[in-house]
């Protein structure tokens, strides 16, 4: 049974039930209805105690008079009194039949009405039905018209295509009609022959065969990508969403010349979409090509001004080429076009920090720990600032903090480490120099600055060990030489130490004024060969001589 049928039998029921409930109300208690009576009225007389009146005492000589009519009168009364009851009977009768036919007819109005109830529910049903079905139909019909419209889309953009595509074939047509003619001028009607079976070149298939080539050049690309194999199946490999999947696929590969290569495929179709320009200044920035990630960079930003991750990435580039000023001023743009963003505010407190700026560096990098506080990377650069101003209790705590929120940041035991040294607490300090080898065995910054703590618990060995460990995995490293000349100092290895102090410098000018005034060369002071290195400017006469 339908939905439908049963609400309209749950209706005829109802109004059955209200019906015969009506009915029974009606039968037992069928209210008050007054009736009148016109016809003649019938005196009535009363007699006894009681009377309105008082009657007078008859006379002595019409007394038998009196009696015998009394005696008639009494008659009649009786009389009188059965003709009024049968009245009242009759009165009475008509009253009840009165009341019956109203309750009939109270009884027939609410049945008929109960039915009008039931019909209109059923009516009602009927049309709301009658309403959703057409407004499903006209779904339908909307829906319809949109696959229609979509389909009538397609093929004017596809006749479009075609057009072009006929229109550059025809050029090319024409082109290689005009060459052939200059050659062969006395033979135009083989030429123009000849043109005609040559195949039009579209830019799709140029597309197609540069997609193609640098695909066989990342061979291993394909095996990773399944989209791939299904656009060469379909053939629609130079399609714009596979070729963003392809220069996707490329970045995230270190692919990124391939990945220039596709994305410059895609500016050619839609010149005027920031994003392109934007991943093309990603690619060339990874590749350090930091001149043409500019220029990508300012190009997006020109066609979309409140991208804030161009703004973002265009400052970091300038901030690689010593531009602080001008990046500074790209990450306030970034700032004013996303202001949420806490790693704008840490980048900004990073270059604040090269330029010495120190106090507003930790500004910035407190913004970027309010919007992110699990911003472990802000919190390490913070412990640096405060470690500059020379709070060194502050930046401890900054330090343990970025470690508490990434345990693993070999960087941030380094400098936990640093800073616990110049608090005079050398077995914390080596303890936080060994834990960032544990997480980073190959981290030179940890080998070289562990070489201090061990100096002052008198290991110069193991110093000096540590020391070479750093300068192996960066033989450029000119802090290693520097500390393990110190090691080898304290260690009683002059010889050593003259050689390791002489190739710190040589590296990094810088450690000849930390060697004028670092006592742990304290006692070579006077000797010849440390003052050779230390302080040239002594010898220069006798090089002269």
């Not at 066989?216 to 070729?243: C, H, M, Q, S």
Request: aromatic content about 10%.
């Amino acid at each position: 049974m339908s939905k439908q049928a049963r609400v309209i039998i749950l209706a005829a029921l109802t109004a059955a039930t209200l019906a015969v409930g009506a009915a029974v109300f009606a039968a037992e208690e069928p209210g008050e209805i007054t009736t009148e009576y016109t016809g003649t009225p019938i005196p009535t007389y009363r007699t006894g105690e009681g009377n309105e009146f008082a009657e007078k005492e008859p006379e002595p000589s019409v007394k038998d008079e009196r009696e015998s009519n009394t005696a008639h009168e009494i008659g009649q009364d009786e009389k009188l009194v059965a003709l009024e009851e049968k009245t009242k009977s009759l009165g009475e009768r008509i009253s009840d039949l009165q009341k019956q036919i109203t309750n009939y007819l109270t009884v027939i109005t609410i049945i008929i009405g109960a039915i009008q109830f039931g019909f209109g529910i059923l009516i009602t049903i009927i049309s709301y039905r009658q309403i959703r079905e057409g407004r499903a139909q006209r779904k339908d019909f909307e829906y319809e018209i949109q696959l229609i419209r979509g389909i009538e889309e397609d093929g004017r953009r596809l006749l479009n295509e075609t057009r072009v595509n006929a229109e550059r074939a025809q050029e090319y047509k024409d082109q290689a009609k005009e060459e052939l003619a200059i050659i062969r001028k006395d033979k135009e009607e083989e030429v123009e022959a000849a043109t005609d079976e040559l195949p039009p070149i579209s830019e799709a298939e140029k597309e197609k065969d540069l997609v193609e080539k640098i695909l066989k050049k990342y061979p291993d690309l394909k095996r990773n990508t399944d989209f791939l194999y299904e656009a060469a199946i379909k053939g629609d490999i130079t399609d714009p969403r596979v070729l963003d999947n392809i220069a996707e696929s490329l970045y995230y590969n270190g692919k990124y010349e391939g990945a220039i290569n596709i994305i410059d495929l895609l500016i050619n179709r839609k010149p005027n979409e920031a994003g392109l320009y934007y991943n093309k200044g990603l690619a060339l920035q990874t590749l350090k090509d930091y001149d043409a990630a500019i220029k990508s960079y300012e190009k997006a930003i020109s066609l979309a001004p409140d991208m804030s991750e161009a703004y973002n990435n265009y400052g970091n580039v300038l901030a690689r080429l010593g531009k602080y000023k001008e990046a500074i001023h790209a990450y306030d743009k970034a700032i004013e076009a996303d202001p949420l963003d806490g790693t704008i505010y840490y980048n900004k407190g990073r270059i604040l920090s090269e330029l010495k700026r120190y106090d507003e560096a930790i500004t910035f990098f407190e913004k970027a720990i309010a919007l992110n506080p699990d911003y472990a990377e802000a919190m390490n650069n913070k412990g640096n600032a405060l470690s500059e101003l020379g709070d060194e209790k502050k930046a401890v705590e900054s330090y343990r903090e970025a470690i508490r929120k990434k345990p693993n940041n070999p960087r941030a035991y380094v400098n936990l480490g640093n800073s616990l040294y110049n608090l005079d607490d050398y077995p914390g300090s080596l303890e936080a120099y060994n834990k960032a080898i544990e997480f980073d065995p190959k981290f030179a910054d940890a080998y070289s600055n562990k070489v201090g703590p061990l100096i002052k618990n008198g290991k110069f060995k193991e110093a000096t060990e540590s020391a070479s460990i750093a300068i192996e995995l960066n033989p450029e490293y000119a802090s290693a030489y520097f500390n393990r000349a110190c090691a080898f100092g304290h260690w009683g290895k002059r010889d050593e130490m003259v050689a390791d102090l002489k190739t710190a410098i040589e590296l990094d000018e810088v450690y000849r004024e930390k060697a004028k005034t670092d006592p742990d060369f304290d006692p070579f002071r006077d000797d010849p060969a440390f003052r050779r290195i230390a302080y040239p400017e002594e010898f220069k006469g006798e090089e002269k001589a």
